[in-house]
């Protein structure tokens, strides 16, 4: 039974570790894919690198999008879209 007994802080240590790091992680990133896959034509962005534009096509096949600028149209992959930027350009609808 001792030999459990000096396992148990490593136990604990992996425990916390699990839910204060891993597990929020992974929540993230289904939110993240949630909404890449909710995105739609019309809807304002800002990518990850801080580009505001709004999204103009959407191709499932590679995962991409086209995102329409004031320099022109340009291609991106729809993971590169930041997800708390962009939703606060598109606010959810209120609900009554």
Same mark, same amino acid.
């Given at each position: 039974?001792?030999?459990?007994?000096?396992?148990?802080?490593?136990?604990?240590?992996?425990?916390? $570790?699990?839910?204060?790091?891993?597990?929020?992680?992974?929540?993230?990133?289904?939110?993240?894919?949630?909404?890449? *896959?909710?995105?739609?034509?019309?809807?304002?962005?800002?990518?990850? !690198?801080?580009?505001?534009?709004?999204?103009?096509?959407? =191709?499932?096949?590679?995962? !991409?999008?086209?995102?329409?600028?004031? $320099?022109?149209?340009?291609?991106?992959?729809? !993971? $590169?879209?930041?997800?708390?930027? *962009?939703?606060?350009? =598109?606010?959810?609808?209120?609900?009554?």
């Amino acid at each position: 039974m001792e030999g459990l007994g000096q396992f148990f802080p490593l136990i604990l240590i992996f425990i916390v $570790a699990y839910f204060f790091m891993i597990r929020p992680q992974m929540k993230r990133q289904k939110d993240e894919k949630r909404f890449a *896959s909710e995105l739609k034509k019309g809807d304002k962005i800002i990518t990850k !690198s801080g580009l505001h534009g709004k999204v103009v096509d959407l =191709n499932e096949k590679d995962n !991409s999008c086209i995102i329409e600028t004031m $320099a022109g149209r340009l291609k991106f992959d729809k !993971s $590169a879209i930041s997800m708390e930027m *962009s939703k606060k350009l =598109n606010p959810a609808p209120v609900k009554k």
